[in-house]
Every structure is written in structure tokens, then in C-alpha cells.
């Protein structure tokens, strides 16, 4: 694949290098000529000094064959102009970008981005699975964005415990993927699998059924 990396910070660098190595052609575009130094003399001739937002930059290092583009600039703005530029004028499959504000992932999929990363969102779901006021972690979004696949832990006093996942509705739209028991380990649901304290279960279900997935999963 033939993957446009716009930026040349740490994560830049680290990203272009784990695709070199796996065979990946790659082209990292960054501003500072400083920073095109540096990451020549540790990647090669793969940096293209330039601004990534632009269109004629854009054109030259041959977008229009990219199969992605990912911008992992400091900056959201520049990331999604990056990202909406490639994907509206040269019609690269696949975008993605990296968000510092994690308020603006909604308008990044708006307006096109095809996936978006936030640190912030990362790190907030390993802060939260260790909150029993926060049983539900949102794991992966799907393309769509209107189905996501979630993780809840059963806590003990939950009125799921004991009971059969064909004895309880799932709200419209949901489905139980996975349910991971402590003792027993990972097994493929059936209307008859019991829910213990403590099993880790995974669902998929639509975006807005969050908080309902919530309530009955904390089961209170």
C-alpha cells in the first residue's frame, strides 16, 4: 500500500517506520526543514518537505495513488484539512487523523474523515474500566459510526447475575458478541449462557443505545 503520513512529529515518525518495516511504501510530508533533516537521516529518502494541507503539495507526491493518508500533525485543523483534501480532490480510499480534542471527532466524521485517534479518548477508557461508575467502555466504532462494540464488567450486585442472556432484551438493535468469564475464559454466546459477577461481556449495538446498554448492563 502506498500510505501519505502528514507530519513528521513523534508520532509521524514512529507510524512511517513501523509501515516501512512491514513493506508498506510511505511518504512522510512535514513543514520544518529541521525536522525533514532528522527524519531523512533516520528514514531514508521517504520525507517530503512541504505543507500537507495543500493541494499542489498534495499533487506532487502523488496522492491521487494513495490507497491512505493519515494526518498526525499538533494541530486538529491541519489534520482535517489534510485529510479532506485528499479525500475530496484526489479521492484517497481511506483517511484518518489525529485529534487533540476529542469534541471534535464528531465533526472530523461530518465532515468526512473516515476514522479519527484521540490519546485523550485511549487513555479516559483505561481510566474508566477501573470506575465501577463507569461499566461500559466503548471499544471500536464502526465505519458506519452508527453501531459500536462495547465491554461491560458484571459487577456482583447486579440483578444480571445468575440470570440467562435469552432471559433478559437487549435494546433494539444489539447483540451479544462475547462474554469472558474470569474462571472459564472466553466463550461464544447462546440464549443459554449464564452471566456470572465479574464476566466481561462484549456486544455490539447502535450508537444510540448507549446509555441504555448502560442501565441494563450495570443492572441496578
Do not use: W
Amino acid at each position: 500500500m502506498y500510505i501519505i503520513v502528514v507530519g513528521g512529529g513523534e508520532v509521524g515518525y514512529h507510524l512511517a517506520k513501523i509501515l516501512l518495516n512491514d513493506g508498506h511504501e510511505v511518504l512522510v510530508i512535514e513543514q520544518k526543514a529541521d525536522v525533514c533533516e532528522r527524519l531523512t537521516e533516520e528514514l531514508g529518502s521517504v520525507v517530503y518537505r512541504g505543507d500537507g494541507c495543500e493541494a499542489a503539495t498534495l499533487d506532487h507526491v502523488g496522492t491521487g495513488r494513495a490507497d491512505m493518508l493519515v494526518a498526525v500533525t499538533d494541530g486538529d485543523e491541519d489534520n482535517l484539512v489534510a485529510c479532506q483534501v485528499a479525500k475530496h480532490k484526489f479521492n484517497v480510499p481511506r483517511t484518518i487523523a489525529r485529534i487533540r480534542n476529542p469534541n471534535n471527532e464528531d465533526i472530523f466524521k461530518t465532515l468526512g474523515v473516515d476514522a479519527t485517534v484521540s490519546s485523550t479518548n485511549i487513555i479516559l477508557a483505561h481510566i474508566e474500566q477501573q470506575l465501577p461508575s463507569h461499566p461500559l467502555i466503548p471499544l471500536l466504532k464502526l465505519q458506519s459510526g452508527s453501531l459500536e462494540v462495547v465491554e461491560a464488567k458484571i459487577p456482583p450486585d447486579s440483578k444480571l447475575v445468575g440470570k440467562k442472556i435469552g432471559d433478559f432484551r437487549l435494546p433494539k438493535g444489539s447483540a451479544v458478541l462475547l462474554v469472558i468469564s474470569k474462571e472459564k475464559g472466553p466463550k461464544m454466546p447462546t440464549p443459554d449462557t449464564v452471566i456470572e459477577a465479574e464476566d466481561e461481556v462484549m456486544a455490539v449495538t447502535e450508537a444510540e443505545n448507549e446509555e441504555a446498554i448502560r442501565a441494563m448492563l450495570s443492572g441496578k
